[in-house]
């Protein structure tokens, strides 16, 4: 069963690696190895109707930390909040953003249409761009902790309660019932921020 989880989640083979070493920097085996592969695997758990990326970011990622957890032989509740906020952190937000941003920069007349938006809106590439830039603030979490994750936490959260707020009110307005406004993704845009906070509060103690 590790092993299928260490294929399945590559990145918590690496976090297990630097967890107390945070160089070397291994930015070749990150961007050529890691993002490719979690891309692939994510984009065959897309294939799974509503639930599959909540499958990946919900259930595979926390039996990775985990598996850290037993493996590192660590104890302590807060140390424990800490490593499943570290992982969440870094492949929800970093690796997340990745997959967030190819669809509203390369397919993002497609991605409008399954939100029931307007095609063509300049503002989605500017989304797309944010996303880029959370994007590399979260893959840098793999080496840059501490204050850094309570940083990404706050201020992504802010984002993603907003666009739970802004799909709920075209749901209820509109009738925007579309696959991307009121599927899964409104489904993580309140269950991450709200699972990332509860995390942070559990291990406060460790960041700051």
Request: net charge neutral; glycine share 8%.
């Amino acid at each position: 069963m590790d092993k299928v989880i260490d294929l399945l989640v590559p990145f918590g083979i690496l976090l297990r690696q630097l967890e107390d070493r945070p160089f070397p920097i291994l930015w070749k085996r990150v961007l050529f190895n890691l993002v490719p592969f979690t891309f692939f695997i994510l984009w065959i758990f897309s294939f799974i109707p509503l639930l599959g990326s909540l499958i990946y970011f919900l259930v595979l990622v926390p039996l990775s930390a985990r598996q850290h957890i037993q493996l590192k032989q660590i104890e302590g509740n807060q140390r424990k909040a800490y490593i499943h906020l570290w992982y969440l952190t870094v492949i929800i937000i970093g690796f997340g953003g990745l997959w967030s941003f190819v669809g509203h920069f390369f397919l993002s007349d497609m991605v409008a249409e399954r939100i029931g938006w307007a095609t063509g809106s300049p503002f989605q590439i500017e989304l797309a761009f944010y996303l880029l830039g959370t994007t590399l603030a979260g893959i840098l979490a793999v080496w840059l902790r501490g204050q850094m994750l309570i940083a990404l936490v706050i201020s992504k959260s802010v984002f993603w309660y907003g666009a739970a707020y802004v799909h709920i009110l075209d749901a209820a307005t509109n009738a925007n019932f579309a696959p991307y406004n009121v599927g899964s993704v409104l489904i993580g845009d309140i269950v991450f921020p709200t699972l990332l906070l509860y995390l942070l509060f559990k291990c406060w103690g460790e960041l700051v």
